[in-house]
Each structure stands twice: as C-alpha cells, then as structure tokens.
C-alpha cells in the first residue's frame, strides 16, 4: 500500500499573529514558519505505518509557493520516501487544494490519503472531506486512532461527545488529530539523508484545473480587545468581587 | 433568499447548537427549513418544530443515517441543497464532518465558523486562533456555512408550530460503518451550554486533583473543562478540552486553574463574559486575558475557594 500525506506551511504555533496595518492580512513578513502541526501527525502516523509493514511508501504532498519545500523536505527528514510540491503563489481555497489532491490521487493511486485536520493559519477543516468528496472515497475526520484490520481502516474519532469508532472502506482519506500520536523530531544525519530523497515539483498550470478562489477577503481585522483585569490579593477578595463586582456567582 | 440548516440532535432533543445557528440563519434572513436526518429521529423533528422561527421541519429517517456518517448525510444535504440559497450548520465535530464533504459535491466552497453575518454574502470569521477576523464575501450560488455557536444567541427552543415533512434519504453509500461512541459519564451541566465553567490544566497534575475542581462546579453548577494540556497528559477524557481543537466556549464565568493560557487555549474561551486565572506563575499569559487574578498555589486556593463558596 501507498499513502499520500499532504502537508502545510504555517506560521509556527507558538507565534501570535499581527494583522498588517492596512488590513489587507496577516504580516508574514520575516515571521517564523513552520508544517501545519495537525499535518505533523497526519506524517508520523504514515511513517509509523510503513514501519509496521503496513505500507510500503510514504508520499508527502504540498501546495503554495516555492519556499513550501522547506515543510516538505522536513517530512523527508522524519521519513517520507518522496515529495511533490505543487507551486502556485495563490493563497488557494480548500476546494482548489482538493481538486489538486485529486489529480496527485489519480497520477499516484495511493491507498490511503492522510491530512491533518485543519490549518492552524485559516482554520477551515475541509480539506480532507473535500478531498474524499471528489475521491468518492470514504473520510474519517478527527482521528486519535487508526489501525488497519482486514482491508478496512478502524477509526477512533474524537468527538464533542467523546470517542467515536467507525469503520471505513480503503482506499480511504484519514484526518489527523492531536493525539493520534506524538511526532517524532528529525535527527540530524535524516535531515541531510532528506536532501538527497526525491521531491518533484509540479506548476500548478500543468494541472489544468480550476482552482479560482469563490471567496474574496474584504478585510482582516484584529479581534476586539478586552478590557484590562486586575490581580486580587486572595481568595477572598475574589469571591468578593465575583459576588459583588462581577455578579456571576 | 430560503435557508437550510442541519439540525444536531441525539434523535430525541435538539442539541442546543442548533438553536444558535438558527438565529444565524434569522440574522441572513428569508425562510428557513430544519432537516432532521437520524436513524428514529421522529422525537427530534418533533422538538424542532417548535422552534420559533422555522418555516418546515424536514424529517429524514432512515437506517442509513444511524451514527450520522458523513457520506449519508452529504449525499442527503446535496439532494436538498438545489432549493436553497445557504445550508447552515453548526461548527461542532458534527457539522464539521459532513459540511465540506456536502459542498466540494456542490462544488462550491464552505465558509468555515462565521461570527457574524454581514449580509447574505459577506461574514466575518476568526482566523489565526481568533488573532484575527476575516471579513470575506462568498460568488458561489449556494452558501456552505458553519456557525460558530458562541457568537450567537440561541433561537427560541419552544413556540413554533412548524409542520414536519417527510424527505427520503439517498441510497447508504457502502462506505463506512458506524461502530460505536463512548462518552463519558458526567451528571454535570454539558460544557457548551453551561454559564460557569472551570477548567484545569497541566498544573492540576493528575487526573485524581481535577475531583477538587468537581466540587467547586457542584456548588456552582458548573462544568469542568481542561486545557489540551491536561487532556494529552491523560487526566480527563477529550471531550473535556476546550480551545482551538477542542471547544470553543464563551460562559458567563470561566475559571482557568493551574492553565498558563497558550494562544490554543485562549481561542477557545477568550469570549467568556468574566474570566478568572488562578496561577502560581505571575508571568502566565492566561492573566492577560483574565479580568480578575490570583497568583497562587492552587493546591491552596481551590480548597479555600470551595469553602469560601
């Protein structure tokens, strides 16, 4: 079996983001970038499967602009076998990203398709879902637990309710949560090991699909600011307040 | 303009995320239709007739829907969506499910957590874990939305009178089985829908600590949460994780212990009317959200609190 894992390039996790001054977006601009950390696992779970003997290859896949190799060769690094990087400058919409997923399908026939569960930049979740749309193939969004049984995948989904299990046909399009696993880091002698692996860059052009955005952003605006708190001195006084000041309790 | 919206329920009642969409559906404006799709749902579709505000409930009750599998419900949304203007749903781990699978087979693209609704076509959504809204303006013809619920109030569950309609389901599509759901057990008022929330973090410890932040919320009628911190670390289940990737909360109170208050976590419960941190750390970022802080040993002050209460 083969698996094809797309990957993101983000701002890193732990940066917080700053509107530009003319609301057109975010500023990037010498801003610490990072892979998507959902994708991070939606990777690990895909190598530790190879290691398993599960499958036999781990393709990555990513889509943006030139410098999205950075986040690919990373996934070589942890150890992907190859990497196809679709170069467009657009910022594209999730149903133009899975339109794209569906030709890489078609060209790679990969068993399973995993993706993380959202970008931690636009926060949309849809990819995967999309992707298994256009695939006509089964989804299961929000992994915490995968195993293959019997030629069908066995899903844990964590669920505002708790824990779900489904069962999905293969070839299937998985998305990873958090705790699906715990990423490993790529050691040194693997990052240049990654530098040498296969990475096959694709124009978006080439493609000949139709990836127009169907949105338009007007404006990016900073989020309302709340008013400043005080520090109380001890539990009581808290109480207090919360009584008397705040009146919640 | 005629609006769909998907109902979440449990087949009996209405969850009351779908109250909160439906006054997003209110604020695009036009008819509105609930479809209620379960597997013995008749008790739902009862429950969502007497919302205020509906214009038909469209009942769809079938085998094939049982455990709400994404591709049975998408195959049924996209069968409706022709006479409609917008579907909405909530932006919870149901809606999230089906909703981008519906509009990728619409081909058309979803507008993912809105918090508000500027006109039929334009909304503003966070982005960047709430650091940033997005105000966008969607050309497709039909409108995929998800609602983040906090960010509207919840629609009027009783005094309707709408008439249920009955709707047949598409064909199972053979692709995947609902196995089954555990939940924990909690008598505890549900997180989403609870006024007063108190949640432990990586500082509680272990799991056995967070029975300190059970009686508090006894005594307030609270709900318990956690930060991803605390779910990872093992000492509650995930459906206790509140922030970016768990839920996203605005009570009135929201108690953050022993929380140093990660950018993921603020996005989930920045919202909430008053926020109270509770740290040892005076540096914790959680108190730059906070309207009242106490640095402190919680060990020590949760105790006090329960007394104190």
Known sequence: ?249 | MSILVIAEHDNATLVGATLNTVTAAQQIGGDIDLLVAGNGCSGAAQAASQVVGINRVLLTDDASLEGFLAENVADLVVSLAGNYTHVLAAATTFGKNFMPRAAALLDVSQISEISEVISADTFVRPVYAGNAMAKVQSSDSIKLITVRTTKFDAAAETGGDAAIETSTAAADSGLSRFVGVSTSESERVELTSASIVISGGRGMQNGENFHMLDSVADKLGAAVGASRAAVDAGFVPNDYQVGQTGKVIAPDLYIAVGISGAIQHLAGMKDSKTIVAINKDSEAPIFQVADYGLVADLFEAVPELDKAL
Not at chain 1, 79 to 86: C, E, K, N, P, T
Not at chain 1, 117 to 141: F, R
Not at chain 1, 201 to 219: C, F, P, S, V
């Open chain 1, 1 to 249: 079996m083969k698996v094809l894992v797309g990957v993101k390039r983000v701002l890193d996790p732990q940066v917080k983001a700053r509107v530009k001054a003319d609301k057109s977006g975010i500023d990037l601009t010498n801003a610490k970038m990072t892979m998507n950390p959902f994708c991070e696992n939606a990777v690990e779970e895909a190598i530790r499967l190879r290691e398993a003997g599960t499958i036999e290859e781990v393709i990555v896949l990513s889509i943006g602009a030139a410098k999205s190799e950075e986040t690919l060769r990373n996934a070589l690094a942890l150890g992907a076998d190859r990497a196809i990087l679709v170069l467009t400058e657009d910022v594209l919409e999730p149903l133009a990203l899975a339109k794209i997923f569906k030709a890489i399908v078609a060209k790679e026939t990969p068993d399973l398709v995993l993706v993380g569960k959202q970008a931690i930049d636009d926060e949309c979740n849809q990819t995967g879902q999309m992707v298994s749309a256009l695939l006509g193939w089964p989804q299961a969004t929000f992994a915490s637990k995968l195993e293959i049984v019997d030629g069908t995948a066995q899903v844990t989904r964590e669920v505002d309710s708790g824990l779900e299990t489904i069962n999905v046909n293969i070839p299937a399009v998985i998305s990873a949560d958090l705790r699906l696993n715990e990423p490993r880091y790529a050691s040194l002698p693997n990052v240049m090991k990654a530098k040498r692996k296969p990475l096959e860059k694709i124009d978006i052009a080439d493609l000949g699909l139709d990836t127009a955005n169907r949105m338009t952003t007007i404006e990016v605006m900073e989020p309302p600011a709340r008013a400043s708190g005080v520090m109380v001195e001890n539990v009581a006084e808290l109480v207090e307040k919360l009584r008397n000041e705040a009146k919640v309790i």
